[in-house]
């Protein structure tokens, strides 16, 4: 014989208490409704951050090509930007709204805040049926057990892990802007490397067709008899250098080309079409002051930010980590049990662990080590990076100088020398491979101040990149002390 049961959960009693209080009612319904939503729109607040940051350090909007339409109105932006030599800006708005790397970081991100979003989510209810068949003198007795159990210590603990969520959201927000802005910084590097090299190999065809005219006339003047077998191998020899020169310029030119390609995210047709300009962009009128740079320093930087945020965070957590280092799980479960000719039994039972091996003692004396560690961490970090800062100042306004002065003092004496050696050349007063020779030295000085003038624009997007500065191997850790569900709530 089977009995047929009800069982009574301690859901059931919600619901029941939940239909005697609207108001209640529509709160929870709320409650739901507010946690059910909350991944997606933690995500896009991430990449709002990022994107806005992205904006005020480079000026490029980063974009997410989350449908076809976004993605086929980045490709006509990037034909239209292709059709025309590309500038610094428009190689960074690329990055930031075409390039495969940085749509997989922000796709990575997203998946990072939904798991965040998941971590705070209490665990379902678990549902245990148990039916049990006994046959003695030909009797057929059925019993049937129903248990529902939920971790009470999750609930209680609902807030701390609400907070943890919120941290870890800020950590994926804080990392996601740094991304965003460090392919911004590596998109405006390569489009100066190549710019660059672009520039110093037309310098190094110049110096390669004026070496091969001064072979030659070396060449005819010992033919006649004008010129020293010493005199023409000189000039043999400097050619061949240039040979030398003009393939490395060829093979540097070709890799920053490359290297800009890449960060760009360019498939090969669109390779093809790339064009950049002839020069690089002018010096600006005064460098950045580096009281300025240095106030801003600590406030902006990233990996700062998300230091002292750990730290509120672990501080925040050591009264918790006092609690769950002695309670670490509690269970409460609803059962209803039924047999044939027995009346249905009803009950609940309490499930919690007994400190008897493990006081917590441990756990806690973890959680005063991770939380002091966090402290001289982050101080270590503010003195780094005020450091780091202050260094890449010297590394940028020691660039803007050599640039300037290669610019205002040692170009335009070249020029003046060989204007000057023109005059004395239309007067006989020296010969043509004098005067070659001070053409060589020209184009020579010409090609170091292009090189200066790279290596301003590489430093000053390195000081970019260094006052926002980006969360380090350190803030990896950042979870170790931080109590989590299964350690704090393991069954």
Known sequence: MTTS????????????????????????????????????TSINQNFEAARDLGRQ????????????????????????????????????????????????????????SAAATQSARLPNPVFAFERLVRNEGGTRDLEINRVLSFSVLDLLLLPAHLR????????????????????????RGAWVNAVAAQQSLLYAQQIKATADASAELARRMQAVGNYSKLQRAREQAFAADAVAQLARAQHAERSARETLIRVLGLNDAQAAQLKLPDR???????????????????????????ARSRLNFLAREQGLTRVTSVVNALEIGVSRNSATGAAPQKGYDVSLPLPIFDFGDVRRAGAQAAYMAAVNRTAQIAVQANSRVREQYSAYRTAYDLARHYRDEIVPLRKTIAE????????MLIGVFEL????REQITSVSQAIDAQRDFWLADAGLQAELLGTPGADMSRMTEAAPSRSGAAAH
Request: some cysteine; charged content about 20%.
């Open 420 to 427: 000057e050696n023109v005059l004395r050349y239309n007067g």
């Open 5 to 40: 049961t009800t069982s009574y959960s301690g859901a059931e009693q919600r619901t029941s208490r939940l239909r005697r209080s609207p108001k209640l009612a529509v709160a929870a319904l709320a409650a739901i409704l507010v946690l059910s939503g909350c991944a997606s």
């Open 57 to 112: 350090q480079s000026g490029a909007v980063a974009r997410w090509l989350t449908t076809d339409e976004a993605r086929q109105q980045a490709q006509s932006d990037l034909d239209a930007r292709l059709a025309r030599p590309l500038g610094a800006d428009d190689a960074v708005q690329i990055a930031l709204a075409y390039s495969p790397s940085l749509q997989a970081m922000l796709y990575e991100a997203a998946a990072d």
């Open 280 to 306: 690089l962009p002018e010096l600006p009128k005064t460098p950045r002051d580096e009281a300025s740079v240095a106030r801003t320093a600590l406030d902006q930087r990233l990996d700062v930010q998300l």
């Open 164 to 187: 943890m969520a919120s941290y870890q959201q800020e950590m994926t927000r804080l990392s996601l802007a740094g991304s965003v802005v460090q392919a911004a910084n590596e998109a």
């Open 436 to 439: 070659l020779a001070d053409a």
